[in-house]
């Protein structure tokens, strides 16, 4: 599995952010689908997660209410859109992935996308 993210950058404070992930999967499957973040001196935290299937999704409580994990089956692509963001939100997200469910370690990382929420 390889992912790819993009869409991260700069700014203000209350402004929204899409980030997307481009899957491409060499072997046939199903993955649990996550973005974690990781700000400058903290440890990374899963922020959404999302099945393969599309039907189940977690958030962290930080993400709850503003931010919406989704995938284009088609596209292998996922989603997380980012409303109302905040400076906490600064961090540097990760697209991963796992074999079967969201829950437990995930094992393939992409290249991080940077996010800066400026107040």
């Known amino acids: 599995v390889q992912l790819q993210a993009s869409g991260g950058g700069l700014v203000q404070a209350g402004d929204s952010l899409k980030l997307s992930c481009v899957a491409t999967?060499?072997?046939?499957?199903?993955?649990?689908m996550g973005w974690f973040r990781q700000a400058p001196g903290k440890e990374r935290e899963l922020v959404a997660a999302?099945?393969?299937?599309?039907?189940?999704?977690r958030y962290a409580d930080s993400a709850k209410g503003r931010f919406t994990i989704s995938k284009d089956n088609a596209k292998n692509t996922v989603f997380l859109q980012m409303n109302a963001l905040r400076p906490e939100d600064t961090a540097v997200y990760y697209c991963?992935?796992?074999?079967?469910?969201?829950?437990?370690?995930?094992?393939?990382w992409g290249r991080g996308t940077l996010v800066t929420v400026s107040s």
């Open positions: 991963a992935a796992k074999d079967g469910s969201i829950w437990g370690e995930y094992h393939y």
């Open positions: 999967i060499s072997r046939s499957g199903s993955y649990g």
């Open positions: 999302i099945t393969w299937s599309g039907f189940t999704t």
